[in-house]
């Protein structure tokens, strides 16, 4: 099984990633997580340190794939999730594509790419361009990271229509949402019912979890040590086992930029009686003015 995890830039994308990849190796499987933004630090929380890249270590070899051997690229994470940094192309130059396809010929010709039950593409931010949508010419599902705001929802549709065009040659599929860093979800119900999308998860504001990022710890590497920490690991176990069930998933049919816009501004300015209206987005307050 292969996924593609997307979401707005920080938005906790990494994170989330690295706690799925862990999660799905507490459930026995074989799971190597590849990180596809030149930042190169997709993996850090599993590893602790920046691993090197496929990109640099490629052109260290002048591009002969035969002087490469796995434990030149592929390097052992926390819970034994093994870790791939794509890299990228220098900043204003090049393609992420590109980037991305040499890694997956890399480890194809490496007799890696085949030999996981889970490869994760760990892939940056918003998507803007085709090259950067490449990961979903390799995966099974889609997982979209969100946040109860307006910035990260409108990136998120922006990913589902990735995923529409893509799913038209490849049987790709979203899998769902995952909200992170919210105590609200009321503007993501709003949004799964103009664009019906499932959800598989929505995590609480919760410190330890923007703490283990900072200590290059997955959520479950800190739980070893404070076990109180526990029942925050159950989200990405809970995530981990709708995924391993090779739910349906959507092929998305994704709103259009202006009706997305004022589905969610209508609900900014005409909120339910009940939500409080000090809720509102700041910046879309700002737009709105």
């Not at 990633?17 to 596809?36: D, F, M």
């Not at 085709?130 to 705001?149: R, W």
């Not at 330890?208 to 479950?220: A, E, L, Q, Y």
């Not at 259009?256 to 700041?282: G, I």
């Amino acid at each position: 099984m292969k996924l593609s995890v997307y979401g707005k830039g920080g938005i906790g994308k990494s994170t989330t990633s690295c706690n799925i990849s862990v999660a799905l190796a507490k459930r026995g499987k074989k799971v190597l997580q590849i990180g596809c933004d030149p930042k190169h630090d997709s993996t850090f929380t599993l590893t602790g340190f920046l691993i090197p890249t496929i990109i640099d270590t490629l052109q260290e070899k002048n591009f002969h794939y035969e002087d490469i051997w796995p434990e030149d690229v592929i390097y052992k994470g926390y819970g034994g999730v093994d870790c791939v940094e794509a890299g990228g192309p220098p900043a204003g130059a090049g393609c992420g594509g590109y980037v991305v396809g040499e890694t997956v010929k890399l480890l194809k010709e490496l007799n890696a790419f085949d030999e996981y039950d889970v490869i994760l593409f760990d892939v940056l931010g918003d998507v803007v361009c085709g090259g950067f949508a490449a990961p979903l010419n390799y995966s099974d599902y889609c997982l979209i990271v969100t946040d109860n705001g307006f910035d990260a929802l409108f990136a998120a549709n922006r990913i589902a229509a990735s995923v529409r065009e893509k799913a038209r040659t490849h049987p790709l599929r979203l899998a769902g949402l995952i909200g992170n860093r919210t105590s609200k979800r009321d503007l993501i119900n709003k949004y799964v019912e103009a664009v019906p999308i499932p959800v598989l998860e929505v995590l609480p504001l919760i410190e330890d979890i923007r703490v283990s990022r900072v200590k290059g710890k997955t959520i479950f590497e800190m739980a070893d040590e404070d076990p109180s920490l526990l029942p925050v690991c159950e989200y990405y176990l809970n995530i981990a086992d709708q995924v391993l069930a090779r739910p349906e998933g959507v092929v998305p049919q994704d709103a259009a930029d202006r009706e997305l816009f004022s589905l969610l501004s209508d609900f900014y300015l005409n909120p339910p009686t009940e939500a409080p209206a000090q809720t509102a987005d700041a910046d879309l307050e700002l737009m709105m003015v």
